[in-house]
């Protein structure tokens, strides 16, 4: 009886522009107060819904304490899985993992403390009945609640079928038009949390290499296109094969009239000789210590 409530690169399976929408918010527009409201206003009428129902052999339990105790139980859900899901999804398109496997990790992880609560209740109306349930029983009765509960509230908070734009610019507003991208301009040729975590942008044929924080990512389109959509601020092309982001700049070194970049991740990328004058003017090699 034990339970909680509560956006490939992209989706694998799945086109990646299919799935987002054109509109970004910061992280804390999923934390507000009254997000929070509507929240546990959905988990309330679920809980109210569950408890008249009775699932899990609660039924046979007295209506006032079944409704309280599923009540209790999808709020309790809400205080831990949502804030685990939001941070699981930040920290996930950070290191570049696809929004549906950090999401789905945070509720496995978060559903461990949720089993106990529900198990905790349980023992306290009804001790005869929980007694006969065992933990694994309890965790897998909580994840299958879990699960689902918590993929219905992302696809409400996060805009019904954007839910992937939610991991990628962890927030969301409705589309303004029937047409989907991938980055806010110009069409978007990339998953735009795969640009937003990657740290170097590599050439192979007709191709980019995607490199972020231990992991890279092959997709098929012209790096210049992608550099162009990019713009000076997040980063520049500093070489016909290679587009660098601004942040991810550790230390230079110059080779004779040439200089190499080498990252925070460790990865050393070359300089054409005829981009040094617009690293210098766009204050790059300023903000960067130069190498031994």
Same mark, same amino acid.
């Given at each position: 009886?034990?339970?909680?409530?509560?956006?490939? =690169?992209?989706?694998?399976?799945?086109?990646?522009? =299919?799935?987002?929408? =054109?509109?970004?918010?910061?992280?804390?527009?999923?934390?507000?107060? !009254?997000?929070?409201?509507?929240?546990?206003?959905?988990?309330?009428?679920? $809980?109210?819904?569950?408890?008249?129902? +009775?699932?899990? $052999?609660?039924?046979?339990?007295?209506? &006032?304490?079944?409704?309280?105790? /599923?009540?209790?139980?999808? /709020?309790? %859900?809400?205080?831990?899985?949502?804030?685990?899901?939001?941070?699981?999804?930040?920290?996930?398109?950070?290191?570049?993992?696809?929004?549906?496997?950090? %999401?789905?990790?945070?509720?496995?992880?978060?559903?461990?403390?949720?089993?106990?609560?529900?198990?905790?209740?349980?023992?306290?109306?009804? #001790?005869?009945?929980?007694?006969?349930? @065992?933990?694994?029983?309890?965790?897998?009765?909580?994840?299958?609640?879990?699960?689902?509960?918590? &993929?219905?509230?992302?696809?409400?908070?996060? +805009?019904?079928?954007?839910?992937?734009?939610?991991?990628?610019?962890?927030?969301?507003?409705?589309?303004?038009?029937?047409?989907?991208?991938?980055?806010?301009?110009?069409?978007?040729?990339?998953?735009?949390?795969?640009?937003?975590?990657?740290?170097?942008?590599?050439?192979?044929?007709?191709?980019?290499?995607?490199?972020?924080?231990?992991?890279?990512?092959?997709?098929?389109?012209?790096?210049?296109?992608?550099?162009?959509?990019? +713009? #000076?601020? @997040? $980063?520049?092309?500093?070489?016909?094969? /290679?587009?660098?982001? @601004?942040?991810?700049?550790? &230390?230079?070194? !110059?080779?004779?009239?040439?200089?190499?970049?080498?990252?925070?991740?460790?990865?050393?990328?070359?300089?054409?000789?005829?981009?040094?004058?617009?690293?210098?003017?766009? +204050?790059?090699?300023?903000?960067?210590?130069?190498?031994?």
């Amino acid at each position: 009886m034990g339970q909680g409530s509560s956006r490939n =690169d992209r989706f694998e399976a799945a086109e990646p522009g =299919d799935w987002f929408g =054109d509109g970004i918010v910061e992280f804390g527009d999923l934390i507000r107060p !009254e997000r929070w409201a509507r929240l546990l206003r959905g988990t309330t009428v679920a $809980g109210l819904l569950f408890g008249i129902v +009775g699932p899990y $052999g609660s039924f046979l339990a007295k209506p &006032t304490s079944r409704l309280f105790y /599923w009540t209790m139980l999808f /709020w309790a %859900g809400t205080l831990i899985l949502w804030p685990a899901v939001v941070s699981g999804l930040r920290i996930g398109v950070r290191r570049g993992f696809p929004p549906w496997f950090t %999401g789905a990790v945070a509720v496995l992880l978060a559903s461990i403390p949720l089993a106990g609560v529900a198990a905790a209740g349980c023992y306290m109306f009804w #001790p005869v009945h929980a007694s006969g349930i @065992r933990p694994i029983e309890w965790y897998v009765q909580t994840v299958v609640i879990a699960m689902p509960a918590v &993929t219905v509230a992302l696809w409400f908070e996060a +805009g019904r079928p954007q839910l992937p734009q939610m991991a990628s610019g962890l927030g969301f507003s409705p589309p303004r038009s029937g047409r989907s991208m991938s980055l806010p301009i110009r069409g978007g040729a990339l998953p735009l949390h795969l640009v937003e975590a990657a740290l170097c942008l590599q050439m192979e044929d007709h191709h980019v290499r995607v490199h972020t924080v231990g992991r890279s990512y092959l997709h098929l389109v012209p790096l210049r296109q992608v550099a162009e959509e990019l +713009g #000076p601020e @997040r $980063g520049l092309q500093v070489h016909r094969s /290679w587009w660098v982001a @601004r942040s991810a700049v550790s &230390t230079w070194e !110059e080779q004779g009239r040439s200089i190499m970049l080498t990252l925070t991740n460790g990865m050393r990328v070359p300089v054409a000789r005829n981009r040094v004058a617009v690293l210098r003017a766009s +204050g790059w090699l300023d903000s960067t210590q130069p190498g031994k």
